[in-house]
């Protein structure tokens, strides 16, 4: 199957970017160096082309109904303009993927003539996410309008201490009324953008929608930010132990419901959901995502195991790496909870051979 | 993007060195650097260890990536670069001076004749 391709693929390609694949998607996944993007993101500012992430529209007289019953969190909390991170799980509460969900404003809703909804769902999820959005619209017979409209809209990531300032100076918004999760159109290089003080590195920071065809403009725009890739994403979500969808939970390799994966303030088990039932049983798992530092030289990879002092094998690491700026081999995995507390001594198997680590609390740079 | 390939040595397709006189210093050449990326951590053999042409004798790990090592030719392993093991950006920084990995003591000075010369390793490269 050939891959897909974001809008700026050839663009990136003339900045000297290399490619890989994810998701289904080719990506740029270095453009300078890991280290020195990663740096910028921390320091100063970053930008990063994240088209591959789908988006889902839901619109109609059913479309708050049917987000609440296929998402975990409480959508009906949310006012226009604002954004939340949810969780979509099955029957059995093994999650699919999670998300962000946005409430767009009333006046768009006016105009389409309903409550109007975009949630962005993972890499290569957004066919199957549309499908099963339309299945159980239809089964139940609710009236609301699912449309994938993953290649309409390019997405963005400005990310860094920096990043508000150059948002600033580029869109047409303050960003000092943008509290954090909050959303809203702007424009930038005079072309209407979806814009939300939200991101995926840690750091302060904005994710921008713009219409596939007006890319090139719009990141263009923001031609102050060192342009990052996957690799960089990689590294600053590991040190600050977020998820990555597919790798630390996947609905076959690693079925793991919200609370393994320590994102149970995501379900708001007073709401009515598919998998609601199943995750009201659930609340206190046996087994519980967490940080690893290694002690020992040597680097975590995933489908590495853990073993305790015994040799036993109690985990496997789902995220691994050596983070620029820490000088250190970190990882991230599920562990029983009777090894989950902060200090506790454990091992990574490198190639065999047994690495003295110990049980971290991420985000692994605040020390 | 062109990449240097120095002419004072012969190298593997799998992208390491060898230099041209005994004991042959190791390590990889700068095209294979830029594809890894930043590099942070180098496992070597020991000193006195014996390695065997075409054979794994260590572990290369970037940031995204973790990739084998292999020997150009067969001998004693007579030295090797402990710098990398605090500073593995060495191999980034100057993959043909201080980024050296081993340094090799052959057993059979005929194998070296098996590996490319300059002008072939940067036809495989272009």
Redesign the interface.
Known sequence: MSLRTPPLRETHADR?A?FTEFGGWDMP??FD???AEHEAVRESVGIFDVSHMGEIEVTGPDATTLLQRLTTNDVTALDPGEAQYSALVREDGVMLDDTVVYRLPDDRADELDATAYLFVPNAGNDGDTHDRWVDYRDEHDLDATVRNATEDWAMFAVQGPEAPALVDAVASVDTETFGRFDAGYTTVADTECWLARTGYTGEDGFELLCPWEAAETVWGAFDEAQPCGL?AR??LRIEEGFLLSGQDFHPEEEPRTPFEAGIGFAVDLDTEFVGRDALADATEPTETFVGLELLD???A?HGYDVTDDDGHVIGTVTSG??V?TLER?VGLGYLPTSHADPGTHVNVVV?GQEKRAQVVRPPFGDD | MSFDVPTDRRYLESHEYLTDDAPYRVGISSFAQDELGDVVFVELPDEGDTVTAGEEFGVIESIKAVSDLYAPVSGEVVAINEALFDTPELVNEDPYGDGWMLEIEPSDESERDDLLSADEYDDQIQ
Do not use: L
């Open positions: 000297g290399k996944v270095e160096s890991i280290s690799g990689d590294t030289r040597g680097v990879r790496t050596k620029p081999a190639r």
